[in-house]
């Protein structure tokens, strides 16, 4: 019974990673083009993809990298856009946080933010999943999406020069956060941290390499959690 239901968790996982095909393969093609037009060569475009696995931070990476900014503006900058993957291993711990430590690393290394939003998504609507269960589906997840991202990339960095720029690969990255955050936005929290999101990233658009995105996330941040605590006195009120 056991290996039936985390089976069923990984395969309901699999059907619920399937549509991010559609953005993930774009994206990861996009990927592979700018990183071989800023210069690198194709082990390096792979290594950044395999290793980091993470597309906002390589795009930011990659832009400062073109716009010489200094090393650790660069690493920094990588990390900033990547904290909000501490942030998901934090609200994802207290469902798979009692799983054996070699599965609770694969899922960190597959953090994707496809496979947290399903996943959260899914253990807050059905909280009599086991912890195996939960695994199985998370892994489900990531199965249709992370080797796509690697094989894309490979596309991108082998034939990116012959893509037209018709196709436009670049939609791919908006879509892919609208498709994840708006179904997120269940709180009045949520929606005044994103709201102050847009407006400091776009008010501080102007600061050099890219900085205004982690005044706008840092800002996000501490919005979100006052909000919540606003909202918890005023419901206890």
Avoid: C
């Avoid at 990116?160 to 892919?176: H, K, N, R």
């Amino acid at each position: 019974m056991a290996a039936s239901t985390t089976n069923s968790a990984y395969w309901k996982g699999f059907r619920d990673g399937i549509p991010f095909i559609l953005v993930v393969t774009p994206f990861a093609l996009l990927f592979g083009v700018v990183a071989t037009e800023s210069g690198l060569n194709l082990v390096e475009t792979m290594g950044f993809s395999i290793v980091v696995i993470a597309g906002a931070s390589q795009f930011t990476a990659l832009q400062l990298m073109n716009d010489n900014a200094p090393t650790l503006i660069v690493i920094l900058s990588a990390l900033a856009v990547n904290l909000r993957m501490a942030m998901y291993s934090a609200s994802l711990t207290p469902y798979v946080g009692k799983a054996p430590i070699w599965k609770r690393a694969f899922i960190a290394y597959f953090m994707v933010d496809q496979a947290y939003a399903m996943s959260i998504v899914t253990y807050e609507t059905r909280p009599e999943m086991s912890v195996a269960a939960r695994v199985s589906y998370y892994f489900g997840v990531v199965t249709p999406i992370v080797p796509l991202w690697y094989l894309f990339t490979l596309v991108g960095a082998m034939v990116g020069q012959s893509i037209p720029p018709e196709m436009a690969l670049d939609f791919a990255v908006p879509i892919t956060f609208i498709a994840m955050i708006g179904p997120m936005l269940r709180t009045p929290a949520h929606v005044a941290a994103a709201v102050v999101s847009v407006a400091l990233a776009i008010g501080f658009a102007w600061v050099p390499y890219n900085l205004g995105l982690i005044i706008a996330a840092l800002g996000a941040m501490v919005t979100g959690a006052q909000a919540e605590l606003w909202f918890a006195r005023k419901a206890g009120s």
